[in-house]
């Protein structure tokens, strides 16, 4: 024990050591090992600790026992609380402890404002989506029966520290029965052409999730550059419209205006706005929900119209689909995850997420802004080509495809809703259809002999007399379907003001048939597009990243027999084309199959006029409108960079400046223990500042850059600390000492957390536990 220390634990922590009790210890494990599991699972997630400690084992050439798991889970888990601890006291130190100073700070680029910057039509760019594969198995006995039972989960009343997780309560505040209620009984809009579509959000489907999972993934948000903003977990569901609502509203009430992506973001919009709390904040705000671009293309051209990215003005080239980048990442800690506790997979989420926000989406910022810059660069040097092909159209100006849009829509909504003397037309026509057809069949029946009894014996007077009653019985069926099939035409004839009936002949007749061959042409259509919309999203899952070889193989046999169901439908959809007056030009497979925007269905709808002929409809047209479209999302891409950029550089420039002179002042106030922490602090992002700060001054000689890398005044003073940007030391943090690569290393560590963290672990009745591996040994006890 070393001099004036009375604890044991705090001796085995100053000498480096980690100790797997509290007291009486006869394991410890080094602080560096710790160390260096700690930051290997962050970057190869799907290192759990039980193949880590065998691979101790195999070092020290000793056989690997399963309670040495446990050990190892026990002192990791004292080693993951001491460094929240300590930096739970820097945050203190440095009055950055206050709720949701966080998210506030996410991301520079985004919320570090400047004065005097110009206005932003939409402030502030989002998605959000659900995850299913970070799933955790629900850990209960088995009745004899083959039933579950008991939970044998051990009770942790443990939270993992900062303000990532949306908390379950929060979440289900936005669940209770009556909000339900009133969300089932919400009606979409039919005009949006996606109310029948997307069911991400249908409770009765969503909410049946399988019962060997207590939380069933996460719903993630991030902000344009891939910042983490909010997570919660899904418990024992699928993604229900609780999460959208619970981060919506927690985003709108800490940063105000914004707009979020969502697969579904049509639907979430009106259900949002019919929400009788969460409405009137996001109206208050200006909130809006889109759709991102990749989900959009699945969505009817209807609806992109109004949500997708590259038609709302403000977006910029934003494709607001980020989630499913950071999914393909984070879906290696599901490995490690599953057999876990509550507690442990929530922390190993935490960290996963800080360490990303940091150490990935930190460093890649400055590439991101560039090659984003580059991007709109490229898309605006195209206004050449869209000026020659609007001169090749014959289109007067670039407001004309403004008006060309207004038109597609005004056309699309029009196939949406049918006249009511139309619909009466049809249904009169179906009527009288069904009437003829009655009246033959009661004719037909009418005529049917009944057998004569005369000279029958007494023996076939019995079947004679059940054959007339079945005859009898017949006829009386076909005359009363007939007289009410009669009393509905009458009915439609008062309606409709008509003095004479339809006959086949008539030119009423042919006219509502028409009609009826058109609707069934457009449900034929409506078929068909449904499957490529189910074959394109999953042949594109057969070739994402991360897809298993089961997976894959399953999917392939899905499609052969989606294939053969999309055969089957463009037959159907080619005999009600080929019914209609004139009729339609059949589509073959190939043409189907190649199908790359599902928006061209829509153009193939009948309507009240033709189409065919409107430039706007012609495929030149509609590749001169897209055209024309993203070069002005570009010119909004490259004002919105122009602005992140400057607030880029200034945060690193104000940051840099904070830190060193709060190093300087806690050096002062506290020692040199607590001031080297701040450094440390400072050095997790300040490392990759001059590698930003050279791509940045690369971008600023590229031909057509606007933007400024002159430092600007923030809005919040924070970091200015009272002085002003010219008053404030420009000083850069000084470089950590040789040899001290690591985040923390054994001769740093923080003698007094760790106590606390070791206390606690004593007075817990349970101790610190591993968890159970998997049947197949690979579940891994994890920490």
Known sequence: MLAGEDNVSSNYVKLGYFPCSASGATVVLTTRVLEVYRVARLRCPRLAIQPFVKALCDIHGVPFRPYLSTQFSIAFDVYIATLAIVDARIKTTLRRDTPDWRLKNACPACMYKLEEEPPLLLPFLSTKDGNNSLKRWDRREREGDGTAG????????????????????????????????????????????????????????????????????????????????????????????????????????????????????????????????????????????????????????????????????????????????????????????????????????????????VSDTYQSLSQLLCNKYKRALEVKATEP?????????????????????????????????EPPEETLAMEYYQKLVNLHAQAARMNKTLATAIPVLAGHTAEDYEADAKETRRIEAQRRHAIELHQHILLAVQDLEVRMGLAHRWVPDSEEWREAAIMVQRRRYQRALDELQGLIVARLFELTKMNMSGTGYKLRKHIAKALQARSRAVKTALSNYNTAAAALDPPRPPLVWEQVVDYAFLSDFDLLREGREDIREETWATPAGRLAMDMYFKTERADEEIRRLNIEIRRFWTY???????????????????????????????????RFNAEHRDRLRKLEKVPGFGGSLQSGVPVEKERLLGLSSEQAPRQAPAPLPEGSDSEDSDEEADILAAQYALMWMAEDSGGVQGNVAGEDGEGALNG
Request: net charge negative; hydrophobic share 35%.
């Open 385 to 417: 080509a869209l000026a020659q092909t609007m001169r090749d159209l014959g289109v007067p100006s670039k407001a004309t495809f403004v008006d060309w849009l207004a038109r597609e829509k005004a056309f699309l909504l029009a196939l949406k809703r």
């Open 150 to 357: 008991a939970s044998k989960e051990r009770a942790d009343g443990r939270k993992v520290p900062g303000d990532y997780y949306l908390s379950r309560e929060e979440v289900d505040s936005w669940g209770q029965d009556e909000l339900e209620e009133l969300m089932k009984g919400f009606t979409p809009d039919p005009e949006d052409g996606c109310s029948d579509r997307w069911d991400n959000m249908k409770e009765h489907v969503t909410s049946k999730a399988w019962g060997m999972y207590e939380e069933t993934g996460v719903f993630l948000s991030l902000c344009r550059h891939g910042f983490v903003l909010l997570i919660a977990d899904m418990v024992r569901s699928g993604e229900l419209a609780k999460y959208g609502f619970a981060v919506t509203n927690h985003l709108i009430k800490v940063l105000g205006e914004i707009a979020e992506g969502y697969d579904i973001g049509c639907k979430a919009a009106k259900m949002v706005n019919a929400h009788p709390v969460l409405g009137k904040l996001s109206r208050d705000n200006n909130y809006r929900s889109l759709v991102g671009a990749f989900h959009g293309h699945g969505h009817c051209r209807l609806c992109q119209l109004s949500n997708l990215a590259t038609y709302v003005e403000g977006v910029g080239l934003e494709d607001l689909e980020y989630c499913e980048t950071f999914f393909s990442k984070s879906n290696a800690l599901a490995a490690s995850t599953r057999y876990a506790s509550r507690f442990h997979r929530q922390q190993a989420i935490v960290t996963y997420l800080d360490h990303t926000d």
């Open 652 to 686: 690193m420039e104000d940051e840099e400046r904070f830190l060193w002179r709060e190093e300087q002042r806690v050096k002062e106030e506290h020692g040199d223990d607590l001031a080297h922490q701040v450094r440390r602090y400072c050095w997790r992002r300040a």
